[in-house]
């Protein structure tokens, strides 16, 4: 692995530190060493995960959230022990150390394998009018507008494919026969697509009441205007993990209050907070729902994601969010649209 140095990291390092490491190499993965690169542990994208829904305060040192007891592989081992070891501990990456514990390198489950082809189904969303993005978008659907050297849907379409899936529905309705166009049946990108056509806007949930034929496994739905490098992979085993009838990834926000905030106890002043930072979780338009959660769908009627998730959650079904940490953008906006232009070389690598 080329650039497996450069996860490697002090014990002190602040945790926000170390995840931009992850996220900009793609590894999932973080080394924590010695100054003699001894391995000391690892903090892994689940770890991370862990910590921000835990509050944990991401500027403390990364040994305070690591696994202190890695599972590594010996310089000797061979290609297929391993596997074997991977396989049985249900990991994905495994770092490679000498007889004295020392780092020597990092071995990735999907370098070892190839990818299968996976049977979920996913759900694109591409019928919005983009409004907030005219005139751009007067004669061009929002998903077709391009960012870097290709459609932003396009660029969606590649990440979920790198992860083995192949099965695809594109929800359309403005600009829809440019769409299908420019996409056909997806065979230019070894993968099979059809279409679900909305005669109506039916908003981020009612498209699914279009589909043919109910999925056997869970499914996969995204908004077709983001731009994100999230682990498409995890996130299935995730849901899988909890059991859950529906998953939503969220993002970490963070609203500055530009004030001194007082809090009072009936006319008496308590206490002030100077330009108080309050952080939420928000909607990232990315989901997993299980078949069952499709029963809250009607057919041809406008529903939006929350409200599935709502109806979900009145039932007492078990619902379940997947942080994201990754790269991710929603290109809502013209500023948004012009950031993601700047940003693809760097996030995609011109993919």
């Known amino acids: ?148 050297s290709k459609p932003i849907l396009e660029t969606i379409l590649q990440s979920f494919a790198e992860y083995g899936f192949r099965r695809f529905y594109i929800a359309v309705n403005y600009r829809a026969e440019m769409i299908k166009h420019y996409f056909g ?19 981020t949930a009612g498209p699914l009441g279009l589909l043919p034929e109910k999925p056997t496994q869970p499914l996969l739905v995204m908004n077709g205007d983001l731009l994100t490098r999230v682990n498409f992979q995890q996130l299935l085993e995730f849901h899988s993990e909890h059991r859950a009838s529906a998953t939503m990834c969220v993002r970490e926000y963070d609203h500055h209050i530009p004030y001194g905030v007082v809090k009072l106890d009936k006319h008496r002043l308590t206490s002030i907070e100077e330009k108080p930072v309050q952080r939420f979780f928000v909607n990232a338009g990315i989901y997993v729902l299980s078949p069952e959660a499709l029963e809250q769908i009607p057919s041809n009627e406008r529903l939006d994601m929350p409200d599935v998730f709502k109806g979900l959650i009145h039932q007492k079904r078990t619902t379940a969010v997947f942080p994201i940490h990754e790269y991710w953008l929603d290109i809502g906006r013209m500023d948004d649209f012009e950031r993601a232009d700047l940003d693809y070389p760097k996030v995609f690598n011109g993919k």
């Open 185 to 203: 049946d997806g065979s230019r990108w070894g993968v099979e697509i059809d279409y679900l056509h909305e005669e109506k806007q039916l908003g």
């Open 1 to 148: 692995m080329s650039n497996w140095e450069s996860i490697l990291v002090a014990p002190q390092t602040p945790i926000i530190e170390v995840i931009r490491s992850i996220d900009e190499t793609g590894l999932q993965i973080a080394l924590v060493v010695s100054p003699q690169r001894k391995l000391l542990g690892t903090l892994t994208d689940g770890d991370v995960r862990r910590a921000i829904l835990k509050g944990i305060d991401l500027n403390s040192p990364v040994e305070l959230v690591m696994n202190d007891n890695p599972i590594a592989a010996d310089l000797n081992d061979s290609r297929e022990s391993i596997l074997a070891i991977m396989k049985a501990t249900k990991i994905r990456q495994i770092p490679v150390v000498d007889s004295q514990g020392l780092v020597t390198g990092l071995e990735l489950f999907n370098k070892l394998i190839q990818p299968s082809a996976r049977e979920n189904v996913v759900i694109l969303m591409a019928g919005g009018l983009g409004n907030r993005l005219r005139p751009l978008t007067n004669d061009c659907p929002k998903p077709l507008l391009k960012v870097g």
